[in-house]
């Protein structure tokens, strides 16, 4: 199983940020999907979750800004950042979950420069 991150990088406060996450080795449509942040000294939290239906959940410090989708069709999940803050950099990560199984990508760094 690897799922692939991709999309960080260096981006102004006010300024939009897509992450990409490819998925290999899973039935991709099946899975829940997540994304997932550490800021430097803090817990890893929950960004935002979609399900195999496409219902989807935020953290109350992105709702309204970040969006999560998925296509299927690409073994690929997405977040869209916008208005980002300072306060939102962080090494993010995508997860897969279908219980009892569940899968973590390797992390990419976004960086809010204020």
């Known amino acids: 199983v690897q799922l692939q991150a991709s999309g960080g990088g260096l981006v102004q406060a006010g300024g939009s940020l897509g992450l990409s996450c490819a998925a290999s080795?899973?039935?991709?449509?099946?899975?829940?999907m997540a994304w997932y942040r550490q800021a430097q000294g803090k817990q890893r939290e929950l960004v935002a979750a979609i399900t195999s239906s496409g219902s989807t959940n935020y953290a109350d410090s992105v709702k309204g800004r970040f969006t999560i989708s998925r296509d299927n069709g690409k073994n690929a999940v997405y977040l869209q950042m916008n208005s980002l803050r300072p306060e939102d950099t962080a090494v993010y990560y995508c997860?897969?979950?279908?219980?009892?199984?569940?899968?973590w990508g390797q992390g990419t760094l976004v960086t809010v420069s204020s």
């Open positions: 080795g899973i039935i991709f449509s099946i899975y829940r």
């Open positions: 997860k897969a979950v279908r219980a009892p199984y569940d899968y």
